[in-house]
């Protein structure tokens, strides 16, 4: 590898620190009631709960981004740019988080939060694209990659559903994100079971 080349590892550290930030500047907006006592903190649980949701959207999305950087030995100008534009589509979360609690839950602003959602989906979709293409090339790409695609286009299925029916039904489309969000944990939680299916040189690098 020469010293031109991009490290994933730049890359990596760079998507650490904003993607810390977009989680930091969602709490922000958490604001403190003016009054005191269990009635006023209940009031807050909606606002919370959809604080949690994008939190756990923003960590399943780090863990994938720290798998896949992992993976491959150089991340050239195609992945960078792939890195940015994903970034930025996240970088819309807090937004879109702070317009839900705002607006307690309205049919318009839980569409817009699943727009968002679908955007962050199709950026990353992109990133793995480009992965993807790299791993090819490392003759790396394997069944898991296989699925882990399917995966995402079925979840961009259902963001994109999620955007219409988000103005009929908000409440029942944000538990529906919800359970999406859990079942896109599950393959990071079992990351460790499925170690050793990955080549040799890959399986220290794995978290």
């Known amino acids: 590898m020469t010293e031109e080349t991009p490290t994933p590892a730049r890359l990596e550290a760079f998507s650490d620190g904003v993607i810390a930030v977009i989680i930091t500047v969602m709490v922000l907006d958490l604001k403190v009631p003016h009054a005191d006592g269990l009635t006023a903190l209940r009031a807050l649980a909606p606002g919370v709960a959809n604080y949690l949701l994008s939190f756990a959207f923003c960590g399943i999305y780090w863990l994938n981004h720290q798998h896949l950087m992992h993976r491959v030995q150089r991340a050239g100008h195609t992945m960078q740019c792939a890195n940015l534009l994903f970034l930025f589509c996240l970088s819309l979360l807090p937004f879109s988080t702070a317009y839900v609690i705002e607006k307690e839950m309205s049919g318009s602003a839980v569409s817009l939060y699943a727009a968002t959602l679908l955007i962050v989906a199709l950026s990353f979709m992109l990133l793995r694209l480009t992965v993807h293409s790299r791993l090819r090339h490392q003759n790396a790409f394997s069944e898991e990659?296989?699925?882990?695609?399917?995966?995402?286009?079925?979840?961009?299925?259902?963001?994109?559903?999620?955007?219409?029916?988000g103005i009929f039904f908000p409440k029942t489309v944000l538990w529906l994100i919800a359970i999406l969000t859990f079942v896109w944990a599950l393959p990071n939680l079992s990351l460790r079971r499925i170690k050793g299916r990955w080549p040799a040189h890959q399986r220290e690098e794995l978290p």
């Open 145 to 165: 990659d296989r699925k882990g695609f399917r995966n995402h286009v079925l979840s961009l299925f259902l963001y994109a559903i999620g955007v219409v029916a």
